[in-house]
Antibody, heavy 122, light 111 residues
Framework: QVRLQESGPGLVKPSETLSLTCTVS????????LSWIRQPPGKGLEWIGY???????NYNPSLKSRVTMSLDTSKNQFSLRLTSVTAADTALYYC????????????????WGQGTLVTVSS | QSVLTQPPSVSGAPGQRVTISCTGS?????????VHWYQQLPGTAPKLLIS???NRPSGVPDRFSGSKSGTSASLAITGLQAEDEADYHC???????????FGGGTKLTVL
């Protein structure tokens, strides 16, 4: 059974960089779209971006200038960096995997990690 | 402001049927892209409920069904149970944004 687990600091200061890692267990990350999604407290879900197992990336245009995603296939991990954070970036951050063999436009998210709360505050 | 529009809340009594709508536009649902639904129980991560407009993953009760028409999609839940009380989110692909988009989520209350 594949499982995803987010890890990283729960508190980041304004203007600094948020860094999170997602560790995938139970299956390889090859040939999957690997995404980050966030949910501000009490609000809806926002797709941040994906990295495909080849290393190609696609980011939400609203965050594109601040987001970088990377992959470590040897550790079955992928990571998120979000620069110049503000209070508006406070959210539950989830990592999620796409469905094998489908193009991006047809894909969905399953499974999800349990999520990690990141608070931006001085 | 979410790209896909859902009602903030719906409610129903146990045993009743409720539907949750998800309205998009010509660059996402109306362009023919599939709609997927997720159930988020209180304090937990979203879980896939419906994929590809109407397909239930293994383990999802057949009380849950999805449909799509034009620029909208719907999630129907029949025989409401207390355990169905959760937030429900729709998701699709948007060709203008070239990425995935969500609805704002709908809170289902079982009366």
């Amino acid at each position: 059974q594949v499982r995803l687990q987010e890890s990283g600091p729960g508190l980041v200061k304004p203007s600094e960089t948020l860094s999170l890692t997602c560790t995938v267990s139970g299956d390889s990350i090859s040939s999957y779209y690997l995404s980050w999604i966030r949910q501000p407290p009490g609000k809806g879900l926002e797709w941040i971006g994906y990295i495909y197992s080849t290393g190609s990336t696609n980011y939400n245009p609203s965050l594109k200038s601040r987001v970088t995603m990377s992959l470590d296939t040897s550790k079955n991990q992928f990571s998120l960096r979000l620069t110049s954070v503000t209070a508006a970036d406070t959210a539950l951050y989830y990592c999620a995997r796409g469905h094998l063999g489908l193009p991006a436009a047809l894909n969905w998210f399953d499974p999800w990690g349990q999520g990690t709360l990141v608070t931006v505050s001085s | 402001q979410s790209v896909l529009t859902q009602p903030p809340s719906v409610s129903g009594a146990p045993g009743q049927r409720v539907t949750i709508s998800c309205t998009g536009s010509g660059s996402n649902i109306g362009a023919g892209y599939d709609v997927h639904w997720y159930q988020q129980l209180p304090g937990t991560a979203p879980k896939l409920l419906i994929s590809g407009n109407s397909n239930r993953p293994s383990g999802v009760p057949d009380r849950f069904s999805g449909s799509k028409s034009g620029t909208s999609a719907s999630l129907a839940i029949t025989g409401l149970q207390a355990e169905d009380e959760a937030d429900y989110h729709c998701q699709s692909y948007d060709s203008r944004l070239r990425g995935w988009v969500f609805g704002g989520g709908t809170k289902l209350t079982v009366l």
